[in-house]
Protein backbone atom coordinates (compact mmCIF):
# COMPACT_ATOMS: atom_id res chain seq x y z
CA UNK A 1 0.00 0.00 0.00
CA UNK A 2 1.23 3.21 -0.84
CA UNK A 3 1.81 5.98 1.62
CA UNK A 4 1.48 9.47 1.12
CA UNK A 5 4.49 11.83 1.95
CA UNK A 6 6.65 15.17 0.83
CA UNK A 7 9.94 15.48 -1.15
CA UNK A 8 11.86 18.38 -1.14
CA UNK A 9 13.66 19.17 -4.15
CA UNK A 10 16.05 21.70 -5.01
CA UNK A 11 16.22 23.71 -8.47
CA UNK A 12 18.52 21.41 -9.68
CA UNK A 13 16.16 18.57 -9.55
CA UNK A 14 17.84 17.30 -6.47
CA UNK A 15 15.89 15.81 -3.83
CA UNK A 16 17.34 17.36 -0.48
CA UNK A 17 14.88 16.15 1.84
CA UNK A 18 11.74 13.42 2.32
CA UNK A 19 8.80 13.59 4.81
CA UNK A 20 7.21 10.04 5.07
CA UNK A 21 5.10 8.27 7.95
CA UNK A 22 5.70 4.95 8.90
CA UNK A 23 1.82 4.85 9.23
CA UNK A 24 -0.49 5.91 6.67
CA UNK A 25 -3.33 7.03 8.92
CA UNK A 26 -0.48 9.54 9.85
CA UNK A 27 -0.22 12.50 7.59
CA UNK A 28 2.49 15.64 7.56
CA UNK A 29 0.72 18.84 6.62
CA UNK A 30 1.69 20.59 4.07
CA UNK A 31 2.39 23.60 6.54
CA UNK A 32 4.34 21.64 8.73
CA UNK A 33 6.69 20.55 6.09
CA UNK A 34 7.06 24.18 5.47
CA UNK A 35 7.44 24.87 8.47
CA UNK A 36 10.49 22.09 8.98
CA UNK A 37 12.29 23.89 5.84
CA UNK A 38 11.43 27.31 6.79
CA UNK A 39 10.80 28.26 10.29
CA UNK A 40 10.20 31.50 9.35
CA UNK A 41 7.07 30.65 7.70
CA UNK A 42 5.02 29.97 10.25
CA UNK A 43 1.90 31.52 11.39
CA UNK A 44 1.80 33.62 14.47
CA UNK A 45 -0.04 32.46 16.92
CA UNK A 46 -0.74 34.67 20.22
CA UNK A 47 0.76 38.24 20.82
CA UNK A 48 4.53 38.62 21.67
CA UNK A 49 5.11 37.89 25.71
CA UNK A 50 7.59 40.24 27.79
CA UNK A 51 9.43 38.00 30.01
CA UNK A 52 11.69 38.45 32.46
CA UNK A 53 15.15 38.78 30.86
CA UNK A 54 13.37 37.67 27.27
CA UNK A 55 10.71 37.85 24.75
CA UNK A 56 8.18 35.07 23.50
CA UNK A 57 6.49 34.71 20.72
CA UNK A 58 4.56 31.31 19.85
CA UNK A 59 3.49 29.76 16.29
CA UNK A 60 2.40 27.32 15.14
CA UNK A 61 2.23 25.46 11.60
CA UNK A 62 -1.33 25.02 10.95
CA UNK A 63 -4.62 26.33 12.83
CA UNK A 64 -6.35 23.13 11.23
CA UNK A 65 -6.74 19.66 11.44
CA UNK A 66 -8.03 16.46 11.53
CA UNK A 67 -6.80 13.44 13.07
CA UNK A 68 -3.71 11.89 12.49
CA UNK A 69 -2.62 15.18 11.42
CA UNK A 70 0.99 16.06 12.48
CA UNK A 71 1.31 19.91 13.53
CA UNK A 72 4.56 22.05 15.06
CA UNK A 73 4.23 24.52 17.87
CA UNK A 74 6.95 26.37 18.21
CA UNK A 75 8.13 28.77 21.07
CA UNK A 76 10.39 31.81 19.06
CA UNK A 77 12.49 33.13 22.38
CA UNK A 78 14.34 36.28 21.63
CA UNK A 79 16.95 37.08 24.52
CA UNK A 80 18.85 40.28 25.20
CA UNK A 81 22.62 41.18 23.98
CA UNK A 82 24.67 39.30 26.79
CA UNK A 83 22.43 37.20 27.97
CA UNK A 84 22.15 33.68 27.91
CA UNK A 85 19.91 30.55 28.53
CA UNK A 86 21.23 26.76 28.84
CA UNK A 87 20.67 24.27 26.06
CA UNK A 88 19.01 20.62 27.75
CA UNK A 89 22.48 18.70 27.58
CA UNK A 90 23.87 21.35 30.10
CA UNK A 91 25.38 19.87 33.71
CA UNK A 92 24.83 20.55 36.79
CA UNK A 93 22.69 24.17 36.02
CA UNK A 94 18.96 24.78 35.21
CA UNK A 95 18.37 24.10 31.01
CA UNK A 96 15.28 25.95 29.22
CA UNK A 97 12.60 23.39 28.44
CA UNK A 98 9.86 23.31 27.19
CA UNK A 99 6.52 20.87 27.88
CA UNK A 100 2.43 20.22 27.26
CA UNK A 101 0.38 19.41 29.63
CA UNK A 102 -1.06 15.74 28.92
CA UNK A 103 -4.49 15.80 27.00
CA UNK A 104 -6.52 13.26 25.13
CA UNK A 105 -6.38 14.80 22.07
CA UNK A 106 -3.18 15.11 20.73
CA UNK A 107 -0.40 13.04 21.04
CA UNK A 108 3.04 13.99 21.77
CA UNK A 109 5.64 13.26 18.92
CA UNK A 110 8.90 14.85 19.38
CA UNK A 111 10.82 18.10 20.86
CA UNK A 112 13.34 19.70 19.04
CA UNK A 113 15.98 22.14 20.13
CA UNK A 114 18.49 24.18 18.03
CA UNK A 115 22.12 23.59 17.94
CA UNK A 116 23.53 24.93 21.37
CA UNK A 117 26.88 27.12 21.18
CA UNK A 118 29.53 26.46 23.89
CA UNK A 119 30.06 29.12 25.83
CA UNK A 120 33.48 29.95 28.26
CA UNK A 121 32.57 31.34 31.91
CA UNK A 122 36.20 32.76 32.11
CA UNK A 123 35.19 33.40 36.31
CA UNK A 124 34.73 29.57 36.54
CA UNK A 125 36.93 28.40 33.88
CA UNK A 126 33.92 26.53 32.78
CA UNK A 127 32.48 25.46 29.51
CA UNK A 128 28.47 25.35 29.16
CA UNK A 129 26.20 24.71 26.29
CA UNK A 130 24.04 27.40 26.05
CA UNK A 131 21.40 29.23 23.23
CA UNK A 132 21.61 33.09 22.72
CA UNK A 133 20.04 35.94 20.37
CA UNK A 134 16.94 34.12 19.05
CA UNK A 135 15.88 30.57 18.37
CA UNK A 136 13.14 28.40 18.28
CA UNK A 137 11.65 25.24 20.22
CA UNK A 138 9.45 23.16 17.91
CA UNK A 139 7.20 20.53 20.23
CA UNK A 140 5.50 18.25 17.61
CA UNK A 141 2.44 16.81 17.97
CA UNK A 142 -0.44 14.28 16.01
CA UNK A 143 -4.05 15.04 16.45
CA UNK A 144 -5.44 12.12 18.03
CA UNK A 145 -7.23 9.63 15.85
CA UNK A 146 -8.51 6.93 17.96
CA UNK A 147 -11.84 4.85 17.31
CA UNK A 148 -13.09 6.86 20.32
CA UNK A 149 -11.79 10.45 19.67
CA UNK A 150 -13.26 9.73 15.98
CA UNK A 151 -16.81 8.41 17.17
CA UNK A 152 -17.02 12.09 19.40
CA UNK A 153 -15.68 14.04 16.64
CA UNK A 154 -18.95 15.18 14.83
CA UNK A 155 -18.68 19.13 13.22
CA UNK A 156 -15.78 19.61 14.70
CA UNK A 157 -13.86 21.21 17.94
CA UNK A 158 -11.59 23.51 19.45
CA UNK A 159 -8.68 21.87 21.16
CA UNK A 160 -6.28 24.03 23.26
CA UNK A 161 -2.96 22.94 23.99
CA UNK A 162 -1.32 24.05 26.79
CA UNK A 163 2.18 23.95 28.95
CA UNK A 164 4.99 25.65 30.14
CA UNK A 165 8.70 27.24 29.26
CA UNK A 166 11.38 26.87 32.13
CA UNK A 167 14.42 28.59 32.18
CA UNK A 168 17.31 30.52 33.86
CA UNK A 169 18.38 33.82 32.25
CA UNK A 170 22.08 34.90 32.99
CA UNK A 171 24.76 37.16 31.36
CA UNK A 172 28.57 37.18 32.28
CA UNK A 173 28.02 38.27 36.02
CA UNK A 174 24.90 36.77 37.31
CA UNK A 175 21.99 33.57 36.90
CA UNK A 176 18.58 35.07 37.63
CA UNK A 177 16.09 33.69 40.00
CA UNK A 178 14.39 30.88 37.11
CA UNK A 179 11.59 31.51 35.57
CA UNK A 180 8.44 30.06 34.11
CA UNK A 181 5.85 30.96 31.85
CA UNK A 182 2.51 29.31 30.41
CA UNK A 183 2.20 28.56 26.87
CA UNK A 184 -1.06 27.68 25.11
CA UNK A 185 -2.09 26.93 21.04
CA UNK A 186 -5.07 26.76 19.91
CA UNK A 187 -6.54 24.59 16.78
CA UNK A 188 -9.61 23.88 14.80
CA UNK A 189 -10.17 19.85 14.44
CA UNK A 190 -12.38 18.86 11.70
CA UNK A 191 -13.73 15.11 11.14
CA UNK A 192 -12.61 13.55 8.78
CA UNK A 193 -13.65 13.52 5.10
CA UNK A 194 -15.23 10.12 4.46
CA UNK A 195 -17.09 11.17 1.43
CA UNK A 196 -16.30 9.02 -1.33
CA UNK A 197 -14.81 10.50 -5.05
CA UNK A 198 -16.86 11.02 -7.70
CA UNK A 199 -17.51 8.54 -10.23
CA UNK A 200 -15.51 10.35 -12.83
CA UNK A 201 -12.44 10.16 -11.10
CA UNK A 202 -12.68 7.07 -9.56
CA UNK A 203 -10.47 4.00 -10.84
CA UNK A 204 -12.09 1.05 -12.30
Request: net charge neutral; glycine share 4%.
Amino acid sequence: MAHPGFFYIDAQGIIREKFFESNDLDRFTPNDVIVKLFPELAEQGNEKVNAPHLQLSLAQSDRVAVPGNRVSLIAEIRLPPGVHVYSPEVQGYKPIGLSINPTADVVPVGLTYPRSKTLYLEAIHEHVPVFEDKFRIIYEITINRSREFLAALRSGKQVAVTGELKYQACDERVCYPPASLPVSWKLQVLPLNRQRASDSIQHK
